[in-house]
C-alpha cells in the first residue's frame, strides 16, 4: 500500500531574482530590476510541481530556521506537499541567486546552505516515507553521498528518477539505479565528456544507456524531449508506437534493442524558464507511478514544462492538471 505517489529527496531553496537586459561577461557589472525572492530548489519545486498536478507527494529536505525556511515550508504547505520529511536546522536555508534575460533564459548561482546538511543518516531515518512511495526522485543539490544512500535505501520494486542537475560524473551504482535518467544536453555532455558525447541527441541518449541506467529522457527545450529504452532478447515484443528501434551493444556487449521515441511540446511564448524543467521531471516521474509508459509520461511532462515557462518564478508557475489539459 503506498501513501505517496511521489517523494522527492533533494533541495530547497530561496530563489532571489534579478531582471537583467543580458547576463553579464566575465569582470562585467550590468543593471538590473528589482529583486524578487521566491520559493526554489529543485527539490521542492518538483514536490510543489507534482503536488499542484493532483499527485500526493512528501518530500524528504532540509532547511534553516530563518525567514527563507518559513517561506519554504508555508510555500509547500500551500501546494498540498506532505513536509514532514522537511527537517529544520543546522545551516541557513540554501539560496540561489538568478539572472533572467529578456528572452526568458537564465543563469543560477547555487549556495547550497542546508542542502548540504542533508546527509545518508537523514535519509535511513526516513525509511518509512521510501517504503510508502511509488517513485522516488532526486537531484545533485544534495551531497552525492546522499543521493547514494536514497539508492540503497530503495525498497524492492521502488523506481528512482535522476535529474543529474548540478552534473558531475555519476557513480555505476546511481546510474543502473535511474529508470529513467532525465539530462539536457549540457548534463549529457558533462556525464560522458564532451569528446565522447557525440553530435546529437539521439547520440547522447545511446551512449548514456551504455553507462548503465535503465532509461534515459533528454530534454530539448522548446523542441520537447527524447525518450529511449534497452530492451534485451527476452523482452522484445511488437513495436507499436512509431518509435525508432536499432539493435547494438548496450551495457556490457550485450546485444540489446534501444527504441528511441521523439516527444513533441507545445509552442508557447516563454517568459521565464526557471523552475520549468523541475516541472518537466515531476510531471513525469508522478505519471510513471500511474503506469503510463515513459513516452506517455514524457509527453504529459512537455506539455508541464511549457505551461509553467509562460509564468515568472519557478513554483508560482507551475500549472494545476486542468490548466495542463487546456494546452
Known amino acids: 500500500m503506498y501513501d505517496y505517489d511521489l517523494l522527492v529527496v533533494g533541495s530547497a531553496n530561496a530563489d532571489l531574482v534579478i531582471d537583467v537586459e543580458r547576463r553579464p561577461a566575465a569582470g562585467e557589472t550590468v543593471l538590473g530590476g528589482d529583486l524578487a525572492v521566491h520559493p526554489g530548489g529543485k527539490g521542492a519545486n518538483q514536490a510543489v510541481a507534482a503536488a499542484r498536478l493532483g499527485a500526493a507527494t512528501a518530500l524528504l529536505a532540509r532547511v534553516g530556521d530563518d525567514g527563507h525556511g518559513r517561506l519554504l515550508l508555508d510555500s509547500l504547505r500551500t501546494a498540498g506537499v506532505d513536509t514532514a520529511g522537511v527537517l529544520v536546522g543546522g545551516a541557513p536555508t540554501g539560496v540561489a541567486l538568478i539572472t533572467v534575460d529578456p528572452s526568458g533564459d537564465n543563469s543560477i548561482v547555487v549556495s547550497p546552505g542546508a542542502n548540504g546538511r542533508l546527509t545518508p543518516e537523514d535519509v535511513r531515518a526516513a525509511d518509512g516515507l521510501l517504503r510508502t512511495s511509488r517513485v522516488v526522485s532526486t537531484q545533485l543539490e544534495i551531497p552525492l553521498e546522499t543521493v ?87 523482452e ?17 556487449g550485450v546485444d540489446v534493442e ?70
Open 236 to 252: 522484445r515484443r511488437t513495436d507499436e508506437s512509431g518509435a525508432g528501434v536499432g539493435v547494438g551493444a548496450v551495457g556490457g
Open 148 to 234: 547514494v544512500e536514497v539508492v540503497r535505501s530503495l525498497p524492492e520494486g521502488g523506481r528512482l528518477v535522476l535529474n543529474p542537475s548540478p552534473p558531475r560524473p555519476l557513480p555505476a551504482e546511481v546510474l543502473a539505479a535511474c529508470d529513467p535518467l532525465i539530462v539536457n544536453e549540457h548534463e549529457a555532455k558533462v556525464i560522458l565528456g564532451d569528446s565522447a558525447a557525440g553530435d546529437t541527441p539521439e547520440d547522447w541518449a545511446r551512449r548514456l544507456l551504455a553507462e548503465g541506467p535503465r532509461s534515459v529522457v533528454v530534454t530539448l527545450g522548446a523542441e520537447g524531449a527524447l525518450v529511449a529504452e534497452t530492451r534485451t532478447e527476452t
Open 258 to 327: 534501444v527504441e528511441v521515441t521523439r516527444v513533441a511540446s507545445v509552442r508557447v511564448d516563454a517568459v521565464d524558464t526557471t523552475g520549468a524543467g523541475d516541472a518537466f521531471t515531476a510531471a513525469l516521474a508522478w505519471r510513471l507511478g500511474t503506469g503510463a509508459t515513459l513516452a506517455e509520461a514524457a509527453g504529459y511532462a512537455a506539455r508541464v514544462g511549457a505551461a509553467a515557462v509562460t509564468r515568472r518564478g519557478a513554483q508560482e508557475s507551475f500549472p494545476t492538471g486542468a490548466e495542463v489539459e487546456a494546452l
